[in-house]
């Protein structure tokens, strides 16, 4: 396969393998897979976005050649409301690195309502979509096209970013892990959008919170808060969300605290949906732990002492619970602490402290 697209796709992958011990921030990382990718795969235009690595909601991204803020809202508006045949979403759920709309339609990309209704009318063509993942968690996404009457996605060029694909999710996750200068965090905000995601009110802390988190050329607000705001939308008018999630999202901002993105429409008198309300607020301890397990690759063993330990539990009470020795409970908790950077209990507890890190 690397013989068939030459050296430039072997150096690429060794490029791209060397990112896992780079300094790079997870936004700019993924800038520069993108870089890399482009040389081997041609492409007409790209959407690179990193996730919610549990539920594989967008939260920020970049996009080669934009086709315009409309367009954009279109293919957001798109994956969320409408069934299609390769939906990030179910990708994630399914476990899926790579594949392309005319594999997934038996080579009928017209069944598509994402082809007719917004590529073919834009001028694309060939879809690929790819997901960076490690295990179960979904690190960043991306989704290329070609113009139309240009050549499909082929065998080769699938097969090498399904290769890549892992070792840009190991990297992703480690730039996700590194530690950050302690900060802290701004109460909870709040904004309340029209119809169409604009900003009619917004608090002060709403507005700083919009300051740190990553912004996708294009949209004049966060994708995390356009993607929440559209799945509540997407709930309250009764139509079958691709994300199984509620309407939240968490994301990792580059001072290391974790922001929790959630949403629900309101509605009038009559019951009527109107506007949405978006609240962004720094994750508490219970939506913390998932992440950090992904994060920092926490077997689930060290999954459970890492919630007994937060619970306050002795260590002897804690070694009864779990059925194992003292000696097996103190190994247990040595890579804890090494996979999460702390030496104690007291800063263990503090990493799950809202806006710590």
Same mark, same amino acid.
């Given at each position: 396969?690397?013989?068939?697209?030459?050296?430039?796709?072997?150096?690429?992958?060794?490029?791209?393998?060397?990112?896992?011990?780079?300094?790079?921030?997870?936004?700019?990382?993924?800038?520069?897979?993108?870089?890399?990718?482009?040389?081997?795969?041609?492409?007409?235009?790209?959407?690179?976005?990193?996730?919610?690595?549990?539920?594989?909601?967008?939260?920020?991204?970049?996009?080669?050649?934009?086709?315009?803020?409309?367009?954009?809202?279109?293919?957001?508006?798109?994956?969320?409301?409408?069934?299609?045949?390769?939906?990030?979403?179910?990708?994630?759920?399914?476990?899926?690195?790579?594949?392309?709309?005319?594999?997934?339609?038996?080579?009928?990309?017209?069944?598509?309502?994402?082809?007719?209704?917004?590529?073919?009318?834009?001028?694309?063509?060939?879809?690929?979509?790819?997901?960076?993942?490690?295990?179960?968690?979904?690190?960043?996404?991306?989704?290329?096209?070609?113009?139309?009457?240009?050549?499909?996605?082929?065998?080769?060029?699938?097969?090498?970013?399904?290769?890549?694909?892992?070792?840009?999710?190991?990297?992703?996750?480690? /730039?996700?892990?590194?530690?950050?200068?302690?900060?802290?965090?701004?109460?909870?905000?709040?904004?309340?959008?029209?119809?169409?995601?604009?900003?009619?009110?917004?608090?002060?802390?709403?507005?700083?919170?919009?300051?740190?988190?990553?912004?996708?050329?294009?949209?004049?607000?966060?994708?995390?808060?356009?993607?929440?705001?559209?799945?509540?939308? /997407?709930?309250?008018?009764?139509?079958?969300?691709?994300?199984?999630?509620?309407?939240?999202?968490?994301?990792?901002?580059?001072?290391?605290?974790?922001?929790?993105?959630?949403?629900?429409?309101?509605?009038?008198?009559?019951?009527?949906?109107?506007?949405?309300?978006?609240?962004?607020?720094?994750?508490?301890?219970?939506?913390?732990?998932?992440?950090?397990?992904?994060?920092?690759?926490?077997?689930?063993?060290?999954?459970?002492?890492?919630?007994?330990?937060?619970?306050?539990?002795?260590?002897?009470?804690?070694?009864?619970?779990?059925?194992?020795?003292?000696?097996?409970?103190?190994?247990?908790?040595?890579?804890?602490?090494?996979?999460?950077?702390?030496?104690?209990?007291?800063?263990?507890?503090?990493?799950?402290?809202?806006?710590?890190?």
């Amino acid at each position: 396969m690397t013989a068939v697209l030459g050296t430039r796709a072997t150096a690429a992958r060794e490029a791209i393998a060397s990112l896992t011990g780079s300094s790079l921030a997870p936004l700019e990382l993924l800038e520069e897979v993108r870089s890399r990718v482009a040389r081997v795969v041609p492409n007409e235009t790209g959407a690179w976005m990193l996730s919610d690595p549990q539920t594989a909601m967008p939260t920020s991204g970049i996009r080669d050649r934009p086709l315009g803020l409309e367009f954009m809202r279109r293919c957001v508006e798109h994956e969320v409301f409408v069934p299609d045949f390769v939906p990030f979403a179910r990708l994630h759920r399914a476990g899926v690195v790579a594949t392309t709309l005319v594999r997934a339609t038996d080579g009928r990309p017209e069944l598509s309502a994402g082809y007719r209704e917004v590529y073919d009318p834009a001028g694309l063509g060939p879809e690929l979509r790819m997901l960076f993942r490690t295990g179960s968690a979904t690190w960043a996404m991306a989704c290329l096209h070609r113009a139309a009457g240009e050549p499909e996605f082929d065998d080769d060029e699938l097969a090498w970013l399904q290769t890549i694909a892992p070792e840009v999710g190991r990297a992703l996750r480690a /730039a996700t892990a590194r530690p950050a200068e302690p900060r802290a965090a701004w109460a909870p905000g709040m904004l309340v959008l029209d119809d169409r995601g604009a900003v009619e009110y917004s608090t002060g802390a709403a507005d700083a919170w919009l300051g740190e988190i990553p912004t996708t050329d294009g949209f004049g607000l966060p994708l995390a808060v356009v993607s929440v705001a559209l799945q509540a939308r /997407a709930e309250a008018l009764g139509a079958a969300p691709a994300y199984e999630a509620p309407a939240q999202a968490r994301v990792r901002l580059d001072s290391g605290i974790w922001l929790y993105v959630h949403a629900a429409v309101l509605r009038d008198a009559r019951g009527e949906p109107t506007r949405t309300a978006v609240m962004l607020e720094p994750a508490d301890r219970s939506q913390l732990l998932p992440l950090l397990v992904e994060v920092h690759g926490l077997s689930e063993r060290e999954r459970q002492v890492t919630e007994m330990l937060l619970a306050g539990l002795p260590t002897n009470e804690l070694a009864a619970r779990l059925s194992i020795s003292r000696h097996t409970l103190r190994d247990h908790c040595k890579a804890i602490f090494a996979k999460l950077g702390v030496a104690s209990r007291p800063e263990l507890t503090a990493r799950f402290l809202p806006g710590v890190r």
